[in-house]
Every structure is written in structure tokens, then in C-alpha cells.
């Protein structure tokens, strides 16, 4: 498959993008994408989590480990993760925030998540926030935008979930 872009070479990222509920398909040669700011990293998708990571260690750097200290609620270091590939905790994106920012950036291309919030049968106060939080900036995204019948929708979500009802 050639690039959609140049129509030349040979189309090696793929990238699949997902807005306003629209799923769109751009295939892309490593030139153009790299011209658009977009990079393959070097690892495919068969290559484990934990040997990525093993990869950017150099990327976090051993002192930064050493300063990093130690998760207060799951207990997790940052040694530990650079192990197994995997947070202790939700507590622990906030713990080791300096480091794993540049990770976070390079693996999913930013650092700030954008998208809908989980929100499990029994939801804690917490998640009921974090998706009241969600619900709000989409609202604002669909007045913004002029999408009056979702901005209604997410509206009324809104307010089933702050009486208590499911949304």
C-alpha cells in the first residue's frame, strides 16, 4: 500500500484517529510521518511492554531512580517498574510523575489522558469525580463546537450522575 500522502513510497505507520466519534485511517510512508511529527519509535507491537521499557532505560536515568523514592500507598520503586513494566498503583502516575512523563510522551504521543473515564458498577466517590470531570470537558467540547444535541446529551448525564443515578 503506498503512502496517502506522497503517493511514493510505501506506506509503514498506520495511524488510526478517533474524533468526534468518527474513526479515520491514514496510512503513511516513515518520511512523511516523520515530517508530521509522528515517529514508529523503532518498537512494533509484538515487542512486550517490559522490553520497551528495558529500552528507554536510559531515558530514566539511574539517579533519577535513586531520588524517585517509593510509592506510600502500593510501595512500588521506580526500579521495580523499570523491571516489570507495570505501576503498583493508580497513586504511583502521580509519585513518579518526572519520570515517567518523557515515557508516557513517547509511548502514547502526550502525557494529559483524553477520553472517556471508566466507572464500575460500585463507583467510589473518586471515580464518580474523575467521570463528572469528563462528562464536563466533553460538554464544554460540544458547546464549543456548536454540537448542541450532544452538549443536551452529555448534559442530562451530567445530572443523572450527580442525583446518583448511573450514567
Known amino acids: 500500500m503506498l503512502c496517502e500522502n506522497c503517493g511514493k513510497n510505501e506506506a509503514a505507520i498506520h495511524l488510526t484517529q478517533i474524533q468526534n466519534n468518527e474513526m479515520t485511517t491514514r496510512h503513511l510512508c516513515e518520511v512523511c510521518a516523520e515530517t508530521m511529527g509522528l515517529s514508529s519509535g523503532g518498537a512494533g507491537p509484538s515487542a512486550p511492554l517490559a522490553d520497551f521499557i528495558a529500552q528507554m532505560g536510559k531515558a530514566i536515568a539511574s539517579e533519577t531512580v535513586a531520588t524517585a523514592g517509593t510509592c506510600p500507598s502500593c510501595g512500588l520503586t521506580l526500579a521495580d517498574f523499570k523491571k516489570t513494566g ?82
Not at 494529559?112 to 467521570?131: C, F, I, M, N, W
Open 86 to 167: 507495570r505501576l503498583g498503583c493508580a497513586r504511583c502516575y502521580s509519585v513518579f510523575d518526572t519520570s515517567l512523563r518523557g515515557l508516557l510522551r513517547k509511548l502514547h504521543g502526550g502525557t494529559q489522558h483524553s477520553g472517556k473515564v471508566y466507572l464500575p458498577k460500585d463507583p467510589t466517590e473518586t471515580d464518580r469525580t474523575a467521570r463528572l470531570v469528563s462528562l464536563r470537558r466533553g460538554l464544554g467540547r460540544a458547546v464549543d463546537s456548536e454540537d448542541f444535541e450532544r452538549a443536551a446529551a452529555l448534559r442530562d448525564q451530567i445530572r443523572r450522575l450527580e442525583a446518583g443515578q448511573e450514567a
